[in-house]
């Protein structure tokens, strides 16, 4: 089957940029599974549902069941080394409309932990994630153009992908992860001179996030016991894309 690499981690800890730059390297795959819990969410919001009410349950999941999401990564120029290398670029479509920015507002960010703690929804997301090739049974026989998988989340290497034969679990203390993300809004758009946007903020989201993935009954937030620690701390992108292509290439 295709080479199977999993990135786990806390929010904001790189795992998507990496995953996606592993990916260039490697000529494989990526899946963004967090896209996933972000557009059941907007789809939520968008109907007025609010996901962190949990009078709303079932409601939230009937729209898990019935969201058709699909994801499309462009890879540049692919390239041997990562110094050259501009990012791939991941669209997201939510029945059919392209949801790739909507779905990354701190709005969204607010609820999508509720939304990803209920198991119907968690099940949805997981049929989904398969039926776009990225479990076992896809990897006997079917077709796929590339060697491999790379796919980041919260619980890929314990619950989507036990048998990957990588996997990562990223960390980075709080204050790092919270300039990189505040950095992040600031290049997608963000004013930072209008107050709201303060690095503390950013950083007891974050934190409040991580710890209801952490904490919550289904497929809670964990590093699988065959994972790889790695603290980004002090590495740069690029420094922990090279590690982990180079442990896949041994
Ligand atoms: O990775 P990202 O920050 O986009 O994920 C958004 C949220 O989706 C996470 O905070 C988590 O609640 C949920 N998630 C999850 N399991 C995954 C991926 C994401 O529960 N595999």
Redesign the pocket.
């Known amino acids: 089957r295709p080479f199977q690499v999993a990135i786990?981690g806390p929010?904001?800890s790189g795992?998507?940029t990496t995953a996606k730059m592993v990916a260039q390297r490697l000529g494989f795959d990526y899946i963004?599974?967090?896209?996933?819990?972000?557009c059941v969410t907007l789809a939520a919001l968008s109907k007025g549902i609010n996901p962190s009410d949990p009078s709303n349950t079932g409601k939230i999941a009937s729209i898990a069941g019935e969201a058709q999401i699909s994801l499309e990564t462009v890879f540049p120029e692919r390239t041997t080394s990562s110094a050259s290398a501009s990012p791939p670029t991941t669209r997201v479509y939510l029945d059919s409309i392209d949801v790739s920015s909507e779905i990354r507002t701190a709005q969204v960010?607010k609820h999508?932990?509720a939304?990803?703690?209920i198991g119907a929804v968690?099940e949805a997301v997981l049929h989904k994630v398969r039926s776009i090739g990225a479990n076992d049974d896809f990897a006997e026989g079917a077709a796929t153009a590339r060697d491999g998988l790379v796919m980041?989340?919260?619980?890929?290497g314990t619950v989507?992908l036990p048998n990957a034969d990588l996997k990562i679990f990223l960390v980075a203390n709080s204050q790092v992860r919270a300039e990189r993300r505040l950095q992040e809004l600031i290049k997608n758009g963000a004013d930072p001179a209008s107050g709201v946007l303060q690095v503390e903020d950013v950083r007891k989201d974050l934190e409040q996030?991580d710890e209801?993935?952490r904490t919550r009954k289904v497929?809670p937030?964990k590093k699988a016991p065959d994972a790889v620690e790695l603290d980004t701390s002090g590495l740069t992108i690029e420094g922990q894309v090279d590690i982990i292509v180079s442990t896949v290439k041994g």
């Open positions: 786990d929010a904001a795992k998507s963004d599974t967090g896209a996933f819990y972000r960010s999508v932990s939304t990803a703690a968690r980041d989340g919260r619980d890929i989507v996030r209801l993935d497929s937030l």
